[in-house]
């Protein structure tokens, strides 16, 4: 290895109340590569999001960004680096206009540091955003209430409001939960391309044919543990995964 | 034949997609815009002037109201943060004793304690809320109906900044007419001030902060330091109104911290309508002369009072002036039918 990681994650570990939601998971991450979260429902990959962002804090373990320690970094000094999420639940301002809602992101410290002498109007740049995650073009859906969308349009606007912060590290949890097949379909060129540009990306997800077309590695979640890395379709294979995501046989105790 | 006009709603087409582009066509859409503007900024301005006809009682009351409603100004300003507070005395109360302190020990003229005491006090009250601004709801409003109180005995138990008999024989203000006319300058800046700034990609962030802090945090801003400001700017007019009020009663005493000065701008907002700082001022304006009128009653009053307030917020829970607003948006015109031209 010789570049710095722009990600790495050291023996991450966190307990709620005793109970253990992540035990010591440890990854790197390359700049511009592309890592998939997956596992069963409750296996910590949430958590572990939370974790690499700052939302919660860790029991014990570090995460690197660059090489720098920034576990004691506050969620929004997260950001400030270049690491933005999406959230698996969505989290419009429902009452402002769907364009209103990226003003937001836009005028936070990084996007004006970045976009700053670039664009004079912000309104026209959330405008542009939504055109670019597929809100189309010249409809009144953007000057919409946010209240008023659907949920694959709420998804997106979750999506343009990682990208209004030109991040450098996209983590998406589970941004493909609830979209229709069409829907996903449609974003994942997008998806694609912001790869292409040299954006790290972490997707969690549960729709894996889709997953495994944009990510070349994955790691697995379990009860908290990465039971498996790799290439998809090796980790696919191993017999542990199997069992994680279809149970094993019951009965011989009962 | 049907007739050959429609009605159409006066602020369609004024109001083109946006709130802040106007296209305006005529004389009467300026007028429209500006009536009511200009409505409540002349009658402010004219009230003192007939101090003859109503007596200089009536000049106190609107001093009075206005105190009230910086303080009201300054509760919606926070409450559009999501900062929900049961304790505006504090900032009257800062305000008040830093200027009656500055003037008392060191005999500082007033020009110069009402600025030192509105600003040094915002900063004070913004240092002392710092530490609970992650609180939200019911925590926070809690403790901000804590703090004033606290300060009260403080002030009783430790009998700094005078006691229980507070510091009197302040410098005086120039004539009652002349304090009145600051005293709505001030209310007017802030309630223009801040119509503005919640308009502005700030309030955005503000208002953001308020619906889904949350998301505001995952947007990369520092949400505590946007409250801090916001704390900041919304003690201001409750600082300033301190600060006047004790020069005006050359007193200031502990009667500052009372919970009236925490209430009052509270149901203010609530008849007045919630979040548009409109409300805010105009609850002020029309509560604080009901309570006066009520005032030969006895302890009739309070009662009286009351029931008017229970008839305020049942009838029109959304406020006075979302009510206004409304009827005044669905003033109609007779505009020629589509196609004739």
Known sequence: ?254 | MSAAYRKERLDRGIKARSDDIFALASYRELLYLIGPRAALIGGLLIFPLLRDIIGLVWLNVMLTACSIALLALSWDLLASVGLVSLGQAMFFGVGGYIAGYLNDAYRVPPLLTIPIATVLGALVCTAILYPVLRLRGIYFALITLTLPLLFQRLIEATKILGGTEGLSALDPLPETTVVVYIAIAAVLITLFGFRRLINSDYGLVLKGIRDNDRSVIAAGINISWYKAQAVFLAALPGTFAGALLTHQLQFVGILAFTANYSILPLASTMIGGVGTFAGAMLGALTLVPISELFRGFGTWRVVFYSVILVIFIVGLPEGIFHYVQRQYHQFERRAPLAGDK
Request: hydrophobic share 40%; glycine share 10%.
């Open chain 1, 1 to 254: 290895m010789s570049a710095v990681p722009i990600l790495a994650v050291d023996r991450l570990h966190k307990r709620f109340s005793g109970i253990g939601a992540v035990y010591d998971v440890s990854f790197e991450l390359e700049e511009g590569a592309a890592l998939g979260i997956i596992g069963p429902n409750g296996s910590g990959k949430t958590t572990l999001v939370n974790l690499i962002t700052g939302f919660v804090r860790p029991t014990s373990g570090r995460v690197f960004f660059r090489g720098k320690d920034i576990t004691h970094l506050m969620p929004h000094e997260r950001v400030g680096l270049g690491i933005a999420r999406s959230f698996q639940m969505v989290r419009p301002f429902y009452n402002l206009p769907t364009f209103k809602n990226l003003i937001i992101p836009l005028y936070s410290p990084r996007a004006r540091r970045i976009k700053g002498g670039e664009y004079g109007n912000r309104d026209e740049v959330a405008i542009h955003l939504l055109e670019e995650v597929g809100f189309e073009r010249d409809s009144q859906v953007p000057y919409k209430m946010a209240s008023n969308l659907p949920h694959g349009y709420l998804k997106r606007l979750e999506l343009a409001r990682c990208l209004a912060l030109e991040p450098e590290v996209l983590i998406l949890d589970e941004l493909f939960s609830g979209m229709s097949l069409s829907e996903i379909a449609s974003l994942l060129p997008l998806i694609e391309k912001i790869r292409e540009q040299g954006t790290t990306l972490i997707m969690v997800e549960h729709r894996l044919r889709e997953l495994f077309r944009i990510v070349k590695e994955v790691i697995v979640l379990n009860f908290g543990e990465k039971i498996a890395e790799g290439a998809p379709p090796e980790v696919i294979g191993m017999e542990n995964v199997r069992k994680a995501y279809l149970g094993t046989e019951v009965g011989a105790s009962a």
